[in-house]
């Protein structure tokens, strides 16, 4: 028995000393709270008060810096020394109203007389004068500043005054030359006072920068409860307004977290580690919620909200495996024109377009495993449980109707079409052999013009295979100086007296692995990779050499449309005429009716700095474009050439016919040489003889030849005019 009353005593003894060392624990650790919570609250308010001191401080500096941004103009100090009032306010008031928003800015003579004045609409109280009798102190010890500065210098006066019983930052700068070609005697300074008030403007500032969310300023210090307020003092301490704001006290809010749970609950133990618990899990749900946005960033774009080329890639490498046995196909999808919004309209309207046309596909298309933005105006799908191309023809159409419909920018409608192209995903590929495959499928479709789709083939594969030989290939023939390159002739013959008047230069390439690559298949190339303006300009310097040789022949040379978007074509064929010595009379620029009556292009205003210098111009396959008969006569030119489409196609249908005569017509009309290309029988040759077109070319006279021919065919023309003449 007395054992057991020993024990429960010694229980008894443990559990007092337990309770008791709990009881220290409590009261130590509410101590220790309590005076961490003063301490960290104290800390708080302090560096609030440091950051709202400096962001006063900033304020005052900010206003004589910009003032130094025009104070050491000389344009100004001598605007200012000749009083031109009108050019100091527009140059001067204005720009520190509207750039740096001053509230009221003066510039005042040496006199301390008011030489401009400009202030804001919201400005209320006070004249100049009063402002300026306040501030006189700072003046003249500005001037006596100015009077003891060795060279211009940044000097200036500020202070926080009271204007209106509104507190304002107050600065004065000096308006000084930097050099000496402008003279201003001592004393004779003219000075730049500004004005700008601590008011919504700066309280926005401190409420964004500093999350003083309630800050707003009193002229009394009238601060009530957990209120604290920052005395806004002058340079001579006296306090003339106060900074307002409910402080942020992190102590207190941890208190309140912590200390109802602890004196609520009944076992101290349970309750640190239940709050350790608590904290534990609130930091770990944090640092998941913050890791799962960073997560979802990385793999989604920020714009449509869209997967993003990462995330396609991640699930292309877990189909691919999958694909025998569920079909899966990879589209890539492009938004044709869509340079062209941005050029518009803007690229603030292009990034509308990129959303709307992400929220039709995905309100419209529903079929999608995965639809994703690969960056600009490109995006790709990834489609599974598919086993048919008719299931992908479905959906690639229901794509190209998503763009249909205008959208709506800032500005206006753009209109722009889809280009698809897919491949299918198979086991045995690798993942970026799906992704060429299915751009090369793209790109298929969008050298069909666009605004369709087209699956991956054999042949598509070839032909874009061939096309990245035939740019690379091309880009290395042109640096080593157009090896492999040439120029044909084709002769431009008079048609009554049939006598060669000129010649056409057409570029060939005899390719030393490739052989004979003909001029469609390259020169489309060079157009689409921007080498087109290095041929022509090759073509154009090689065909100047060989005409030399044959005087009185004009010689023709085609510009393509894609030259005119480098600026300075026609400095550049000038000098190149000059390099060559070659008369530019005798030059005959050809360009397309599509690329003068493109106006972003600048070729109207190309060409007519050419023909000021004697070059003449021909408008190549007229009729082929879009504007009509009328809208040659506003088209600046010397020449317009027939296309031999209408010329193949003479007398077979009337209306082909009509349209060649309509031609000849209209171009004698508005006094145009009229030339037919493609003539290539006697009865095309006598029809537009009879027709009255004044000259011709194809291949019933001659097919182009090399540059050797044309010699040869001006030798003969020589001999027999002089045999007819013996």
């Known amino acids: 028995m007395s054992e057991t009353v020993s024990a429960r005593r010694l229980s008894t003894h443990i559990l007092w000393l337990m309770s008791l060392f709990a009881l220290m624990a409590f009261g130590g650790m509410v101590l220790v709270v309590f005076e961490a919570v003063r301490n960290t609250d104290q800390g708080a308010l302090e560096r609030q008060r440091q950051l709202v001191r400096h962001a006063i401080d900033e304020q005052v500096q900010r206003l004589s810096q910009d003032q130094e941004s025009v104070v050491f103009w000389e344009i100004a100090v001598l605007r200012a020394k000749t009083q031109d009032a009108a050019w100091l306010q527009k140059n001067v008031g204005m720009w520190m109203r509207e750039y740096f928003r001053h509230d009221r800015t003066l510039i005042l003579t040496p006199t301390d007389e ?96 500093y999350l003083l969310a309630d800050a707003r300023i009193r002229l009394t210090d009238t601060s009530l409860g957990p209120e604290t307020a920052l005395p806004i003092s002058g340079r001579d301490g006296t306090p003339l307004a106060y900074l307002v704001w409910n402080p942020a006290l992190p102590g207190h809010e941890l208190m309140r977290a912590v200390l109802s749970p602890a004196v609520l609950a009944g076992a101290l133990v349970l309750l640190l580690f239940g709050l350790y618990a608590r904290q534990v899990y609130r930091s770990s749900a944090a640092l998941e919620a913050s890791e799962v946005h960073a997560r979802h960033l990385a793999f989604h ?40 919004v941005n050029d518009t309209y803007g690229h603030q309207s292009g990034d509308e377009v990129i959303r709307q046309f992400a929220a039709r596909a995905i309100s419209h298309l529903p079929l999608s495993d995965t639809f994703c933005r690969l960056g600009g105006d490109e995006f790709a799908f990834l489609l599974c449980g598919i086993s048919s ?122 390719h030393p692995r490739l052989g004979f690559v003909a001029p469609a298949l390259f020169v489309p190339v060079a157009e689409e990779t921007g080498l087109i303006a290095k041929l022509d300009a090759w073509v154009l310097a090689t065909a100047c050499r060989a005409a030399l040789s044959w005087p009185g022949l004009t010689l023709a040379v085609n510009i393509s449309p894609r030259s005119f978007r480098n600026a300075g074509l026609s400095r550049r064929v000038l000098k190149t005429l000059l390099a060559e010595r070659f008369e530019p009379a005798r030059l005959e620029i050809e360009v397309t009716e599509s690329a003068l009556l493109d106006e972003k292009s600048g070729a109207a205003c190309e060409l007519e700095r050419l023909r000021e210098r004697g070059v003449r111009v021909a408008i190549d396959d007229f009729g082929t474009g879009y504007s009509s008969l009328a809208r040659l006569r506003t088209l600046k030119a010397d020449k317009v050439k027939v296309d031999r489409s209408f010329v193949q196609n003479m007398g077979e249908t009337a209306e082909t016919t009509a349209i060649v005569d309509a031609v000849i017509d209209l171009g004698h009309a508005l006094g145009l040489t009229v030339t037919a290309e493609g003539v290539e029988s006697e009865l095309q040759r006598e029809y537009l003889r009879s027709a009255g077109c004044d000259q011709m070319q194809g291949f019933f006279f001659s097919a182009p030849v090399p540059a050797e021919e044309i010699s040869q065919m001006l030798a003969d023309a020589v001999h027999a005019r002089a045999r007819g003449v013996a």
């Open 389 to 510: 191309d008719a299931q992908i023809a479905e959906f690639c159409e229901r794509i190209v109707e998503c763009a249909v419909a205008s959208f709506h920018v800032p500005g206006g409608k753009a209109k722009v079409d889809v280009s698809a192209g897919y491949a299918w995903l198979g086991p045995a590929l690798s993942r970026s052999e799906v992704l060429r495959r299915a751009d090369a499928a793209l790109y298929a479709a969008k050298r069909e013009g666009g605004g369709c789709y087209r699956a991956f083939s054999p042949q598509t594969d070839a032909a874009m295979r061939a096309r990245r030989q035939i740019e690379e290939e091309l880009a290395a023939a042109l640096e080593k100086g157009g090896e492999g390159l040439c120029v044909y002739y084709q002769p431009v013959i008079v048609s009554r007296s049939g006598a060669i008047v000129g010649v056409e230069a057409l570029v060939r390439w005899q």
């Open 301 to 340: 774009d920020t714009l449509t909200g869209l997967p993003n080329r990462s995330h396609l890639l991640r699930r292309l490498d877990t189909l691919l495996p999958l694909s025998a046995a569920q079909g899966a196909a990879l589209i890539f999808v492009d938004l044709d024109r869509f340079k062209e």
């Open 114 to 209: 008011p030489l401009m004045s400009v202030r804001t609409d919201s400005f209320y109280g006070g004249t100049d004068g009063d402002l300026i009798a306040a501030f006189s102190p700072r003046l003249h010890a500005l001037r006596r500043q100015v009077a003891s500065a060795r060279e211009a210098e940044a000097i200036a006066e500020r202070d926080i005054m009271l204007i209106a019983n509104r507190p304002a930052v107050v600065s004065a700068m000096p308006f000084l030359p930097h050099s000496d070609r402008i003279e201003v005697a001592p004393g004779q300074e003219h000075i730049l006072l500004s004005v700008q008030y601590l008011d919504s403007a700066f309280l926005e500032r401190l409420r964004n920068a």
